[in-house]
């Protein structure tokens, strides 16, 4: 291939001195926000503090493909070959209840089954499994854990369902409120600091629309180690597939839940079908590692397909099917070393992840153990 790709090493990752300490703290809210859900979000159950509302846990396979260029055949996607998966559909906020409140931010939870290697966790190595933790949108809108620790009280204090009685002015001044601490850290940063990248990228989220949960495409945010390079990782809808969906876009006050519905409707009728892609860095100035806010051009480095991701016709209609997703566990970090997450934010997810897993199952008196196989999730 004509491309340069940049290496991979340990130093396109930057030191923050301050990293241990500001994670401690988002690991403290984390552990208060799940604590307090259990009451807070009416269902009795303590819930995830990302992706909290779950639409459908969906049985798959992925199949690594032959023939992929050497640079994109990296790590896992070196060996071809069939796996047992499945996927994990989800809203993408902290907090569940009617879907036109939480926004038309979604992600999905790809764990893959039968992958050699040890993983990146230290306290289950073997499990032989392998996770994606992705959102509908590119790019993301928090660069490193320090500025974490404001933005999440913040998303914690304005809530999700508006008060019956507050008035429109009520509203705005919140609403202001709101911008100015997100740009200024709560008045802590210097103007020459204040988040204006970071404002941006949320504000985008509000651009996606509602439609089908197998229609969107969904994205790594992050960068990651890809073998010998740094890349970018996405699954996107084979359109020949994509066409087929009957419910497509979706009217969030039509009814209080329609992400599930649809999805649910869809998976009965037919089976779907998407390409797992890979884009390499071939900038790092333009393509950063650190810099999450910031969306690697298909110009510079198109997506290539290393694998596909099948989903077979089922049902996952049943309440069987929600109770078997809440007790799955997604994090980033259950990757083999070949596929490091990479940047400051990439790395907080790491030990939130597995706390908050820890802390929900708990709570909810659930076994906390990796599945082997989709039988032993599934039952059959």
């Not at 001195?17 to 807070?40: C, G, Q, T, W, Y």
């Not at 508006?162 to 709101?178: D, G, H, I, L, V």
């Not at 066409?243 to 649809?262: C, H, Y």
Request: net charge negative; glycine share 6%; with cysteine.
């Amino acid at each position: 291939m004509s491309q340069e790709f940049v290496k991979y090493s340990p130093d396109v990752e930057l030191v923050d001195p301050d990293f241990e300490e500001n994670l401690e703290a988002v690991i403290e809210n984390m552990k208060k926000h799940i604590k307090r859900s259990v009451e807070v979000e009416g269902i009795q159950r303590a819930v995830r503090d990302a992706h909290a509302k779950g639409y459908g846990l969906a049985r798959a396979e992925v199949e690594i493909l032959k023939g992929a260029p050497e640079p994109y055949a990296q790590g896992i996607y070196g060996k071809p070959g069939r796996h047992e998966a499945m996927v994990r559909f989800s809203q993408g906020t902290s907090h569940t209840g009617a879907d036109r409140f939480l926004g038309s931010t979604v992600g999905i939870g790809l764990k893959m089954f039968g992958i050699d290697g040890k993983t990146l966790l230290e306290d289950e190595p073997n499990s032989d499994t392998f996770d994606y933790a992705m959102i509908n949108y590119p790019t993301f809108f928090v660069n490193d854990i320090e500025h974490y620790v404001f933005l999440d009280p913040l998303f914690e204090s304005t809530g999700t369902v508006p008060p019956p009685n507050e008035s429109p002015e009520q509203r705005r001044a919140k609403m202001y409120r709101f911008l100015h601490d997100w740009v200024t850290g709560k008045g802590t940063l210097p103007p020459e600091e204040w988040a204006w990248k970071e404002l941006r990228a949320f504000l985008e989220l509000g651009q996606i629309k509602y439609i089908n949960l197998l229609l969107s495409t969904y994205y790594t945010m992050g960068a990651v180690r890809h073998g010998d390079y740094i890349a970018k990782v996405r699954v996107a809808p084979v359109q020949e597939f994509a066409d087929r969906v009957v419910q497509r876009t979706l009217d969030p006050n039509a009814q209080e839940q329609v992400f599930r519905p649809a999805l649910v409707a869809e998976l009965r009728e037919r089976p779907y079908e998407f390409d797992i892609q890979v884009q390499l860095c071939t900038d790092l100035d333009h393509m950063p590692v650190e810099d999450t806010t910031v969306c690697w051009s298909e110009t510079l480095s198109p997506f290539v397909t290393v694998a596909k991701l099948r989903l077979p016709r089922q049902d996952i209609g049943g309440d069987d099917n929600l109770e078997r997703m809440d007790a799955t566990s997604m994090t980033p970090w259950r990757v083999t070393e070949k596929h490091r997450p990479l940047g400051n934010i990439m790395r907080a997810r790491k030990e939130v992840y597995r706390q908050s897993s820890i802390l929900r199952h708990q709570l909810n008196h659930q076994v906390r153990k990796e599945p082997s196989n989709l039988a032993e999730v599934f039952g059959n």
